[in-house]
């Protein structure tokens, strides 16, 4: 579903442009996926900005990268979701990059290599979604951040490195506006390094100039679109960030699911969809395994923070990691909205881990004692193997599964002879989760989107008005909300009365139902 709304607005097309109402082919849909050479960036951004709770440059950079790979002999699922590929790939450049300058070139192939196999990564960066974009982008901001640290113990100012990191963070908040949390974190930590400096008495006026500079610069990047961004808060789109338990696990789920996070950053083994004792066998290696990395990782830590080369890199990076962890625990319980059960929006402060990790690792295979070396060795290598298992199932789709699993429904509604499939819809979300079920669909089946805002029981007496060039042999009845028993025994579509299959009834998020209908 969040891919078919990346498509849709890349594309540069709107929800306006679905057909509404009427029995179609599934080659009409197709058509909404064909770039849109006469679509603006500025178009996109209009659309974007009422039917969507997203800001618009990324999805701009998507346009114009469609242009460019017009001419590949590639389905356009492929071109779409390769620009975050690549973005995924530059990203284990980039962790190299900074390491390199916070701790050693030895470091940088470290986090380069976390980076590589991290499980975290490779599924934010298979899909095409707007989050490994900012994730380089944040990575670049955190290597701008220690060279300005670096700056400041040397008492010196590189006008360039200042500029630029007030640049990548200030655009990062149009293309993800959760960047700010990470700009806040980064400023958060800058103005604790400069006052402790201060009490210290080495503090410069000049650096204090510079970084008030700095941020008013990020202030003026922010002000032209502050007001869409305070307008999509409140939106109904971000409803489903509220938290799902009640009562203490309200208060205890945020904690464990921050947790999974970080586990998942390292490992991901099947443990959903899957029968109860690999279910559990799994969940236990990965936490025995998060366990023992997490052990290893403290003690590597420990050697960055007592060594006086390592300790300011290392407290710049867990200072940015710690205030972002407290933002995400101030949006839960503050706000009520519990970004923490959504994985994916870990890639705020994910770059900074694998800097950490890598670093730590780094240390323990060189700093330690010669009998820890070689255990050290082998924990990278584990760590290594550990990394590459959790890819392929990542690649292989046993891990992180969709909520609607559209090609099972399809799988589900393939039945002999010609099918009509309606979804039920009640706003823009309704209408993208209805295209994601149609895209797995074959090609020769009907779909048709049929508005349930006067309920139900006008819905059912809508449906007569549908006329499909071919009257079904099935129907199937996608409709979110409704129950099973709330499903009528009898439908009348295209020309034909259809009886409810008590047989075929299924829910997988939300429920749909199946009628054969007279010959």
Not at 54 to 63: A, G, N, S, V
Not at 141 to 167: E, F, N, T, V, Y
Not at 182 to 211: F, N
Not at 316 to 321: A, E, Q
Request: glycine share 8%; proline share 5%.
């Amino acid at each position: 579903m969040d891919e078919v709304i990346t498509a849709l607005f890349s594309f540069g097309r709107s929800y306006y442009d679905v057909p509404l109402g009427e029995a179609v082919t599934l080659s009409t849909l197709e058509q909404l996926f064909e770039w849109n050479r006469a679509a603006t960036c500025a178009g996109i951004a209009q659309t974007i900005s009422v039917q969507s709770v997203h800001p618009p440059l990324f999805f701009c950079w998507l346009h114009s990268w469609l242009g460019w790979v017009a001419p590949i002999e590639q389905s356009w699922v492929w071109k779409l979701r390769a620009l975050p590929a690549i973005a995924g790939v530059v990203s284990i450049g980039v962790m190299y990059t900074l390491n390199r300058i916070a701790f050693s070139k030895t470091a940088g192939v470290f986090a380069a290599l976390v980076m590589a196999v991290s499980p975290f990564a490779v599924y934010l960066s298979q899909e095409a979604r707007h989050y490994t974009v900012p994730m380089v982008m944040i990575a670049i901001a955190l290597l701008g951040l220690i060279q300005i640290q670096q700056d400041l113990h040397k008492q010196q100012i590189r006008p360039a490195i200042w500029i630029g990191w007030s640049i990548v963070n200030g655009i990062g908040f149009y293309v993800h506006y959760f960047f700010v949390l990470a700009v806040i974190a980064q400023v958060v930590t800058l103005i604790g390094l400069y006052g402790w400096q201060c009490q210290r008495g080495v503090g410069s006026r000049r650096h204090g100039r510079t970084l008030v500079l700095s941020i008013a610069l990020l202030a003026l990047f922010y002000l032209p679109g502050l007001p869409t961004f305070l307008s999509h808060i409140g939106r109904s789109e971000t409803d489903w960030l509220k938290a799902s338990h009640t009562g203490i696990l309200a208060a205890i789920a945020p904690l464990y699911q921050l947790v999974a996070g970080w586990l998942v950053m390292a490992i991901a083994l099947p443990v959903e969809n899957q029968p109860l004792g690999i279910a559990i066998s799994a969940g236990v290696l990965m936490l025995l395994f998060g366990g023992w990395l997490g052990w290893r990782i403290i003690a590597g830590l420990r050697w960055l923070w007592l060594d006086p080369k390592t300790h300011w890199q290392t407290v710049m990076l867990m200072g940015f990691v710690t205030c972002v962890v407290v933002e995400f625990l101030a949006i839960v319980y503050g706000l009520n909205k519990d970004i923490t059960q959504v994985p994916r929006y870990n890639f705020i402060y994910f770059p900074a881990v694998c800097a950490l990790v890598g670093a730590s690792l780094w240390a323990k295979n060189t700093k330690a004692p010669k009998i820890d070396k070689r255990l050290a060795s082998l924990s990278s290598v584990i760590v290594f193997v550990v990394g590459v298992l959790s890819c392929g199932f990542v690649v292989y789709n046993l891990v992180f599964l969709k909520p609607y699993e559209p090609s099972n429904v399809a799988q589900t509604m393939n039945a002999p002879g010609r099918s009509l499939v309606i979804m039920a819809y009640k706003d823009f979300q309704d209408i993208a989760l209805g295209l994601s079920f149609a895209l797995a669909l074959p090609p020769e089946e009907t779909f048709a989107f049929v508005s349930r805002l006067q309920g139900y029981n006008a819905l059912w007496q809508s449906l007569s008005a549908l006329n499909p060039q071919q009257p079904p042999h099935h129907v199937w009845m996608i409709a979110p909300g409704l129950r099973q028993t709330d499903f009528p025994a009898m439908l009348s579509t295209g020309g034909k009365l259809c009886r409810l299959n008590t047989a075929n009834y299924h829910r997988i998020g939300i429920p749909y139902q199946g009628y054969d209908c007279d010959k």
